[in-house]
């Protein structure tokens, strides 16, 4: 296989067209055909290929870096018995998302496209499949998480002006609204200013993580204290792993009392707060085309990117147990507000909230980024109205011109290939964008999330066990295919083993989320069986 971004030979029409049909009906033989065949990324003038590895390891450290890390501490903590068991749990779904992540690199080397898990599973296992991930990710995944991030920056903003009091609910709305509508403005300039953008946002991200580590080790040796209680003695006169009671959905827990079924219960809502910290950790893959090395960058990028965040969330943690006692932890949302007040007082609150709501705002910003280029994928390939993959404010029929192939019928080349302008500005998938937005209003407008989270959660993760499960499919079904990266055989075995106990859990412990996807499962199938396959002219 060529390195990814160089100009290769084209298919003369009738090969293409074969070639094409074979991987869309999913026939081994002709899928075993190497897919830097099929999926041609040429390079064009002006360098269509324009992010670097940078870009792809500060929009990947961006992803994580965020909501998570300031919110998730308190769930977890509540979900399990001591200090050290929280650490665990960060230390355990950071390694998870590290394995993940790097099967995904392995599937993005080979497959240089922009789309991630849909284009991924077009090739492995067919439209249905591409189809499915596409609804569920652009309808509920993606504008429910960019909600939260909306919603989480605005009460920080609130938060960090008007204090603790107060009825903000409209103004949490609004702000959240604005802060969505002007990273998407700014999202559709270029892809390159939207890169820039993420790029402040990683290195302020960093520095709040620095500066939470200089005070505590400030705390440590001075026992600074401003709220007149003393510093918190709990890290170094207690037992880090000894049982100690919490505060879980309202209700006392007495952690010696709990039979092994009902601590699990406990343990793995703690796992899935995990998972939502780290969550993002695939969203490189979106853009994977846009790289100028796919090959090379991407697997250098999630393997440094994810070591990193790791050790982010582990030390800031750490932090937070040595400054807060433990049962200070599990009653606040907003942890490094609550770090900022006991240590320099309201102005170190103020500090820290607008921090961290420029976190969440970076968070927001890569969501923005790579989803626009999900949904645009997905139109390309016929999933959703082609309307919406339009490029810039060129017109629908311009696009469709035979220089801009689209993806999911026999006579046409995949949308990945499409020729690129050469001028950048305000060629985005600006209409991609617009729909997401719209779609996350809707979930901003509705107001309470927290039920969608564990939903989210099991969406997502039922997506990864289908998509990592085709790593090793591809590996005993096509070991000719070239792979410039690849992971121990371990890596997707152990993710799948992991992630499908977590799902069924999650499956068990929440009937009416696993309802829902069941309900929207049966939706799409009927969709696909009696309308998308007629009028994609696929051959299945």
């Known amino acids: 296989m060529t390195e990814a971004g160089s100009p290769k030979k084209s298919y003369a029409e009738s090969e293409a067209i074969g070639a094409r049909t074979g991987l869309l009906s999913g026939n081994d033989e002709e899928s075993s055909l190497e897919i830097a065949s099929i999926v041609e990324i040429p390079k064009v003038a002006g360098n269509s290929h324009r992010l670097t590895f940078f870009d792809g390891f500060s929009l990947l450290v961006s992803f994580q870096i965020g909501s998570g890390l300031f919110s998730s501490p308190s769930q977890i903590n509540n979900n399990v018995a001591s200090p050290g068991a929280a650490i ?17 690199a392995e599937l993005g080397a080979a ?17 249905f499949a591409a189809l499915l991930v596409s609804f569920t990710w652009i309808a509920a995944v993606k504008p429910c998480s960019m909600a939260i991030l909306s919603l989480i920056f605005a009460e920080y903003w609130t938060r960090a002006i008007f204090g603790a009091g107060g009825d903000t609910f409209w103004l949490d709305k609004s702000l959240a609204i604005g802060a969505l509508a002007s990273l998407t403005l700014f999202n559709s300039i270029s892809t390159k200013a939207s890169a820039n953008l993420n790029g ?23 026992g600074l204290n401003t709220q007149g209680s003393g510093p918190s003695t709990d890290w170094k006169t207690r037992d880090w792993f000894a049982n100690r009671p919490t505060e879980a959905d309202g209700h006392h827990v007495d952690w010696n009392s709990l039979t092994t079924w009902e601590s699990m219960g406990y343990y793995s809502a703690a796992l899935w707060a995990g998972t939502w910290g780290y969550g993002g950790w695939d969203n490189a893959n979106f853009v994977a085309g846009e790289m100028r090395n796919t090959a090379r960058d991407l697997p250098r990028a999630v393997n440094l990117a994810l070591p990193t965040v790791i050790c982010c969330f582990i030390l800031t943690n750490l932090c937070y147990y040595i400054i807060l006692p ?10 490094a507000v609550t770090v900022g007040l006991k240590t320099l007082g309201p ?16 968070s927001l910003n890569a969501n923005v980024f790579a989803t626009g280029r999900l949904t645009a994928s997905a139109a390309n390939k016929g999933h959703i109205p082609r309307f919406w993959g339009v490029l810039g404010w060129k017109s629908p029929s311009e696009e469709s011109s035979p220089t801009t192939p689209t993806y999911g019928t026999t006579n046409s080349p995949p949308g990945s290939i499409q020729k690129s302008p050469t001028s950048a500005t305000w060629r985005t998938p600006l209409r991609a964008m617009i729909l997401n937005s719209l779609l996350c209003c809707t979930y901003i407008l509705l107001g309470n999330f927290s039920s969608l989270v564990t939903f989210i959660g099991i969406t997502e993760y039922t997506s990864y066990l289908v998509t990592i499960s085709g790593v090793i499919y591809l590996r005993y079904t096509q070991p000719e295919l070239s792979r410039a990266y690849k992971p121990p055989i371990w890596t997707p075995v152990l993710f799948l083993m992991v992630c499908s106990v977590l799902v069924l859990r999650g499956m068990i412990f929440a009937p009416a989320q696993a309802g829902i996807l069941a309900v929207y499962v049966c939706l799409v199938s ?15």
């Open 347 to 362: 102005a170190g609150g103020l500090i820290f909230a607008v921090l961290v709501s420029i976190a969440c705002a970076g």
């Open 326 to 335: 433990w049962d200070i932890i599990g009653a606040t949302d907003t942890i």
């Open 111 to 127: 497959i240089p496209v922009n789309g991630g898990m849909q284009e991924y599973l077009q090739y492995i296992y067919g439209d």
């Open 88 to 104: 665990l749990v960060w230390v355990g779904t950071g390694l998870l998302a590290w394995a993940g992540a790097a099967c995904f």
């Open 526 to 540: 009927l969709y696909y069986r009696y309308s998308w396959k007629g009028r994609q002219g696929v051959r299945i």
């Open 200 to 222: 402040m946002f990683f290195f302020i991200k960093l520095s709040t993580v620095g500066m939470i580590a200089v005070i505590t080790i400030f705390v440590m040796f001075t």
